[in-house]
Nanobody, 116 residues
Framework: QVQLVESGGGLVQPGGSLRLSCAAS????????MTWYRQAPGKERELVAN????????SYADSVKGRFTISRDNAKNTVYLQMNSLTPEDTAVYYC?????????WGQGTQVTVSS
């Protein structure tokens, strides 16, 4: 059974950092592209970062480039999102996503709130 479980969200001051984790089960993260999305109140869900399989190449939304880093720990079967220099505009629920055999899987999300 495929499961994605996010953790690491919370309340942080502007300029602070958080690291989100996405623990996967039922499949091997190293064999599939993994993506972080976020959804802010009243806004559509947007892609934040993606890590692909062949060469671990990554891509980022323009709004987070240079501040966020996606990575993968194959031994722990976990994907991370390191978020630095956070701003209130980064406040959202962050979701882990993957697609296996044409079926989409989402985690339950973790809330990130950036506020002083």
């Amino acid at each position: 059974q495929v499961q994605l479980v996010e953790s690491g969200g919370g309340l942080v001051q502007p300029g602070g950092s958080l690291r989100l984790s996405c623990a996967a089960s039922g499949f091997t993260v190293s064999k599939y592209a993994m993506t972080w999305y976020r959804q802010a109140p009243g806004k559509e869900r947007e892609l934040v970062a993606n890590i692909r399989t062949a060469d671990d190449s990554t891509s980022y939304a323009d709004s987070v480039k240079g501040r966020f880093t996606i990575s993968r720990d194959n031994a722990k079967n976990t994907v991370y999102l390191q978020m630095n220099s956070l701003t209130p505009e980064d406040t959202a629920v962050y979701y882990c996503y993957t697609r296996l055999l044409l079926k989409a899987y989402w985690g339950q999300g973790t809330q990130v709130t950036v506020s002083s």
